[in-house]
Nanobody, 120 residues
């Protein structure tokens, strides 16, 4: 099992920056793909970015070039650097850890979420 603790959310003006952090404990951090998801009011949760243990990253189209996901396996921590923030980035951001069992079962863990609000 993995426990995820997030920090770094807040209120910023459009064009500003925030860095979210997610500290993981309780399992083998490096064996998990780590991701950031977000859920805006009235919307479905969507993947923002994820990163595999070796460092390969993937981004949702609307955040490409603005957000950067990174991980420090030695510190069991994942980051999301968010630059050039837009009001449409406003959402609750969730940290996610994911792996698959040998039988193909998806195993996921979630943080509590942190609110990011971007004012126009």
């Amino acid at each position: 099992q993995v426990q995820l603790v997030e920090s770094g959310g807040g209120l910023v003006q459009a064009g500003g920056s925030l860095r979210l952090s997610c500290a993981a404990s309780g399992s083998t951090f490096s064996s998990h793909t780590m991701g950031w998801y977000r859920q805006a009011l009235g919307k479905q949760r969507e993947l923002v970015a994820d990163i595999i243990s070796g460092g390969t990253t993937n981004y949702e189209d609307s955040v490409k070039g603005r957000f950067t996901i990174s991980r420090d396996n030695a510190k069991n921590t994942v980051y999301l650097q968010m630059n050039s923030l837009k009001p449409e980035d406003t959402a609750v951001y969730y940290c996610n850890a994911k792996r698959y069992s040998l039988g193909g079962r998806r195993i996921e863990y979630w943080g509590q979420g942190t609110q990011v609000t971007v004012s126009s």
